[in-house]
């Protein structure tokens, strides 16, 4: 009997390609967009299919690391295999627990908003696979990266990945960046949410930013943008804190 919740898109169709090796991912967008990105195996992808710049991102981090959105654990994976204790956290119950079976040693339940009441203090966190949207927006941004920093050693490192949303040429999301303006809102702002079989995920917040409106965004927070590896319209960025 399938026990995952019918709002786990992301963590069944997770299970199924760990599971069946097939699978399928359909991301809805809130102006009725519809897309299926690169496919569940960039999810599992290992470190001989990645670019540099995810190269660049797990040398980065540094010590005690944890993983924001550790999804199945590609990224987590490796930095075990680097020799990083590593926690991961995540809110989708079925890929956190295809992450514990592919070996993450250490997987909780936890929204980025609550990393600071994670017990222990984390020497660096990552937020890898874009997943620097996960901030949401520009108004929560302070309060997410405030957590962060919160659930970090004074002297932590913040690996931030991310895509220029502005670096396309595609009409449809031109025509959205638009609509955001008249809304008030950072052209990279996406009202999102998951889909797989029958599974619908919650509607949600989902930013991606160019590197100079990052830069803008922490200003305000105890974090500072000190690197940046781009390659094309994605990017990772390296965080300290001031």
């Known amino acids: 009997m399938d026990d995952l919740p019918e709002s786990d898109a992301f963590g069944a169709m997770c299970r199924d390609y760990h599971e069946q090796g097939d699978a399928f991912e359909v991301i809805e967008r809130d102006d009725g967009f519809v897309d299926?990105?690169?496919?569940?195996?960039?999810?599992?992808?290992?470190?001989?299919?990645?670019?540099d710049r995810e190269h660049t991102a797990v040398?980065?981090?540094?010590?005690?690391?944890?993983?924001?959105?550790?999804?199945?654990?590609?990224?987590?994976?490796a930095l075990q295999e680097r020799g990083h204790d590593v926690t991961g956290i995540d809110l989708s119950p079925g890929a956190m627990a295809v992450a514990r079976d592919r070996g993450v040693g250490d997987v909780r339940r936890c929204d980025v908003a609550e990393a600071a009441d994670l017990d222990g203090q984390f020497d660096s966190a990552t937020m890898l696979g874009n997943n620097f949207g996960l901030v949401g927006n520009a108004e929560r941004a302070p309060e997410i990266l405030g957590a962060l920093a919160d659930a970090t050693t004074d002297d932590a490192t913040l690996v931030a990945e991310s895509l220029d949303p502005l670096d396309t040429d595609d009409q449809a999301h031109?025509?959205?960046?638009?609509?955001?303006?008249?809304?008030?809102w950072l052209p990279g702002r996406l009202r999102i949410r998951t889909r797989y079989r029958r599974y619908t995920g919650e509607w949600h917040d989902y930013l991606h930013v160019a590197p100079e409106t990052m830069r803008e965004l922490v200003a305000d927070t105890v974090w500072s943008v000190e690197d940046v590896d781009r390659e094309e319209a994605l990017y990772v960025a390296r965080l300290e804190k001031a």
């Open 174 to 184: 031109l025509d959205y960046h638009e609509r955001n303006h008249d809304r008030g």
């Open 59 to 77: 040398e980065w981090a540094d010590g005690h690391v944890l993983d924001v959105g550790c999804g199945p654990g590609r990224h987590a994976l």
């Open 36 to 51: 299926s990105p690169a496919g569940p195996e960039i999810y599992f992808s290992t470190p001989e299919q990645w670019d």
